[in-house]
């Protein structure tokens, strides 16, 4: 549950959280999700660090608004305001998906530092974007008003194509609901309509002035975001850790907990030991 609001410049509200003790850890979720996607992890994490979760502008619990600017640079911009509202130096710094271009975007183009970054099936290099993607971008008002039980449909076979193993009904029902009804529908297809490829393309060629540790965690099974792209990031991108997990999709929360779970453990722990 996201219990606390930041408001931002035009008014959004943005829900987030803090719980725990120890050093700050932001996790920093993607499309179509929402922190809810972190949040067992997070839990995890939270018995030695203090964990800091929140939904992107138009996404999970935050505010989805008509005419609502939801790009890649405004959730960057959000991040790196965010940070600063928390009072958060140099926080330790988990990302997934869109996640990835939006924390590498707060910290190479707004300033924002990290003592680390960990950047799980993120989006950071070209080619991405789906032919789907290019659909709605194309025609983002006509999906907006298809009938809400084939909208409900299409969701639910798009996000049950992220994970590499089935769905259970309760994980299905808690990734798609937040895009239902009438806030919900036109908010799925607004951001992807506001996908861009140029919000990577402007920071790719920085990943090789990163001066803190990354580390890189990927799905074998990635579908939406095939591995060859995770193997590229980690030539691009100095001090790297770089890890493979098998059995896992793009949903690698659901697909592998126990696996990524310890690897982020161990990584952050020693990050805290030095």
């Known amino acids: 549950m996201l219990t606390e609001t930041f408001t931002w410049q035009d008014g959004s509200q943005v829900r987030w959280s803090r719980q725990g003790s120890g050093p700050a850890l932001v996790f920093c979720h993607g499309t179509p999700w929402s922190s809810t996607l972190w949040a067992p992890i997070a839990d995890a994490l939270s018995a030695d660090f203090t964990v800091y979760l929140w939904d992107m502008l138009g996404y999970g619990t935050s505010t989805m608004a008509s005419g609502q600017d ?12 965010l940070l600063a509202y928390w009072e958060l130096d140099q926080p330790d710094v988990i990302a997934h998906d869109y996640g990835g271009a939006v924390s590498l975007r707060a910290h190479l183009l ?8 960990a950047l799980v099936d993120v989006v950071a290099l070209a080619p991405w974007g789906s ?9 983002a008002d006509v999906f907006a008003q298809v009938p809400a039980p084939l909208h409900e449909a299409l969701v639910r076979t798009y996000i049950g194509g992220a994970a590499h193993n089935p769905l259970s009904v309760e994980q299905l029902s808690t990734l798609v609901t937040p895009w239902l009804g009438a806030k919900g529908q036109p908010a799925f297809y607004r951001q992807i309509a506001q996908a861009d490829q140029r919000y990577t393309d402007e920071i790719e060629t920085l990943y090789a002035t990163l001066e803190l540790p990354v580390l890189i965690a990927w799905g074998a099974e990635d579908a939406w975001i095939p591995v060859d792209r995770a193997h590229r990031l980690a030539e691009l991108i100095p001090s790297t850790e770089f890890h493979v997990v098998p059995r896992a999709g793009h949903l690698i929360q659901l697909d592998a907990p126990e696996h990524l779970t310890a690897l982020l453990q161990r990584w952050l722990l020693a990050k805290s030991s030095h």
């Open 131 to 139: 032919e789907f993607f290019r659909l709605v971008a194309d025609n």
């Open 70 to 81: 939801v790009s890649l640079a405004t959730q960057g911009r959000l991040l790196a305001a």
């Open 110 to 117: 707004h300033g924002a530092k990290y003592r680390s970054l």
